[in-house]
């Protein structure tokens, strides 16, 4: 049995990078294939130890989740290095949008050590079409991967529970949903700011819940205010990180996804493919890999910083548009989305089966 050593970042925290990886060094597919090694890099503490483990790593292959910072870089580039001396063939998997713009902001010796040392791995996996550029500066595109993200297994409604959602909704309200860590450039506070203007303009048209962990140090004060803010009573809610049949209730529940995102690192949010795979509508951004999921005919895209353009769009919506554009995500995520379409895609490009 071949072996394969997995290197990144695993839980917890729950975040888009650790979900993907530990999906994958878990998943039974991959464990009938190969002996799985994890080697987590997410405790600085015990970073020595986890490169302990990394020289002794020989003649198998090499799994490397890559960074978006300069730091983490130099980190991911002596790992690389020691990887590749020991007659491993090594895989870099980039979950992010930002590579392009980090490389333009090293000093001419580290962009030396990243052409001199990633451009001599055997493969490189991006989230998207889009992202396929991302790299050009350091390795050839026969080395560039496609692999998309997926929505969990349990983000999945059955077809009678969607069935049943569909029934269930309120024809007189819509309800809308921000599911996401609270990070001021995922668009939060765009998100509760463009609620307000709504309930104040079309008072018992619209709920909002919102759910994801505190990243910013106001970002608790911004979620109790509008707590306490009397003209949201009965209209706002936050429900903090949720996970497994909480979030599913969720999902279940909302009409409306809501991702004003330009957070500056934005790979392909996994929270979108979930909404589509709930049926949602999803309202969101052009940035970067998102776009790569979504296509014309099933997204709504705003203004990034724009409350305003929130507003606009989520007014445009009526519950014929939510069914039907919720139905073509639900169908389009099925069929393309699911954790074994991911896990699949990446056997196919460790194991050279396709080229995507």
Do not use: W
Request: glycine content about 4%; aromatic content about 10%; charged content about 25%.
């Amino acid at each position: 049995m071949k072996k394969i050593t997995m290197i990144g970042q695993f839980p917890p925290p729950i975040h888009g990078l650790s979900k993907a990886l530990i999906t994958f060094a878990d998943s039974v597919q991959v464990n009938s294939l190969y002996m799985v090694k994890k080697i987590n890099l997410t405790d600085k503490k015990k970073l020595l130890s986890a490169f302990q483990k990394i020289v002794m790593t020989k003649n198998q292959i090499g799994y490397l989740t890559i960074s978006h910072s300069i730091f983490g870089n130099l980190r991911d580039l002596l790992i690389t290095k020691v990887l590749s001396s020991n007659s491993n063939q090594v895989i870099l998997h980039y979950h992010g949008g930002h590579y392009k713009e980090l490389y333009k902001s090293m000093n001419f010796f580290q962009k030396y050590l990243n052409r001199k040392i990633f451009g001599q791995v055997d493969k490189i996996i991006v989230l998207g079409e889009s992202h396929k550029t991302l790299f050009e500066d350091v390795v050839t595109l026969d080395k560039i991967y496609v692999c998309e993200n997926f929505a969990e297994d349990s983000s999945f409604l059955s077809d009678q529970e969607y069935k049943d959602a569909k029934n269930e909704k309120q024809e007189n309200k819509i309800v809308l949903l921000y599911l996401s860590n609270l990070i001021k450039t995922k668009g939060y506070e765009d998100v509760i700011t463009s609620f307000k203007v709504l309930v104040e303009k079309y008072p018992n048209e619209y709920e909002l819940h919102v759910a994801g962990a505190h990243y910013e140090d106001n970002s608790s004060k911004i979620i109790n205010d509008a707590l306490n803010d009397k003209s949201l009573k009965d209209s706002f809610f936050y429900h903090g990180v949720v996970d497994g049949e909480a979030k599913k209730n969720l999902l279940y529940r909302a009409d409306v996804f809501l991702l004003p995102t330009y957070y500056p690192y934005e790979g392909q949010p996994i929270s979108v493919i979930e909404a589509m795979a709930s049926g949602m509508v999803c309202v969101t951004t052009k940035l970067g890999g998102i776009k790569d999921v979504l296509h014309q005919d099933n997204n709504y895209y705003v203004e990034p910083k724009s409350p305003d353009s929130l507003v606009n769009t989520i007014r445009s919506l009526n519950s014929e548009i939510i069914s039907r554009v919720g139905d073509l995500n639900r169908n389009k995520a099925k069929s393309h989305f699911s954790e074994k379409d991911y896990i699949q895609r990446l056997i196919n490009i460790v194991e050279d089966k396709q080229k995507e």
